[in-house]
T-cell receptor
Framework: GNSVTQMEGPVTLSEEAFLTINCTYT??????LFWYVQYPGEGLQLLLK?????DKGSNKGFEATYRKETTSFHLEKGSVQVSDSAVYFC????????????FGKGTMLLVSP | EAQVTQNPRYLITVTGKKLTVTCSQN?????MSWYRQDPGLGLRQIYY???????DKGDVPEGYKVSRKEKRNFPLILESPSPNQTSLYFC?????????????????FGPGTRLLVL
């Protein structure tokens, strides 16, 4: 079946530090890959996505590259801000009999001033 | 403004008392789904709907029902809630279903409904 594994948190960083949140996946077929962000008390928002191998998704300074050879989609940001503190979810979608998004368990990011 | 709305946002109830959580979207999306979010488990899909009158089970459908009589609405029904259904619930919608491989498959999430079953 399909699954997403992401690093456990919380990840604690100082402002302006470099961020990496690892995400690997297993899937049948050719999935689309997503990063969603959930700010405290809110629903999930799409952060970025990539639909095919070697695509790079980017938004708000965050980037992730679809690596088919390593089945990975790691999230990176060069300089985090306090406002980036949130829970980040890696997810995949692939039609395999039925349609669903498969989520990782989420990684909490805490950025201190 | 394009949005997915859910009501109520917070609900405390007792075991066995039927309840309905409403979900409505104003984007004319065909695909809608319900998820529950639990600590350490991420989001898991309960039910989804590909279009009006077309619904199907997700990963954790036990104890839930849904209906899709209109395109914009997708209520979640708990006929006899139990404490293990205490959770944070999210509704989501998209033009195309996950796996379509297009930009229209991006799901838009509602703000969530926090349910406590005593």
């Amino acid at each position: 079946g399909n699954s997403v594994t992401q690093m456990e948190g919380p990840v604690t960083l100082s402002e302006e530090a470099f961020l990496t949140i690892n995400c690997t996946y297993t899937a049948t077929g050719y999935p689309s890959l997503f990063w969603y962000v959930q700010y405290p008390g809110e629903g999930l928002q799409l952060l970025l996505k990539a639909t095919k191998a070697d695509d790079k998704g980017s938004n708000k300074g965050f980037e992730a590259t679809y690596r088919k050879e390593t089945t990975s989609f790691h999230l990176e940001k060069g300089s985090v801000q306090v406002s980036d503190s949130a829970v980040y979810f890696c997810a995949l979608s692939v039609y395999s009999g039925y349609s669903t998004l498969t989520f990782g368990k989420g990684t909490m990011l805490l950025v201190s001033p | 403004e394009a949005q997915v709305t859910q009501n109520p946002r917070y609900l405390i109830t007792v075991t066995g008392k039927k309840l309905t959580v409403t979900c409505s979207q104003n984007m004319n999306h065909e695909y809608m789904s319900w998820y529950r979010q639990d600590p350490g488990l991420g989001l898991r899909q309960i039910y989804y709907s590909m279009n009006v009158e077309v619904t199907d089970k997700g990963d954790v459908p036990e104890g839930y029902k849904v209906s899709r009589k209109e395109k914009r609405n997708f209520p979640l029904i708990l006929e006899s809630p139990s404490p293990n259904q205490t959770s944070l619930y999210f509704c989501a919608s998209s033009s195309q279903p996950p796996g379509a491989g297009t930009s229209q498959e991006t799901q838009y999430f509602g703000p969530g409904t926090r349910l406590l079953v005593l």
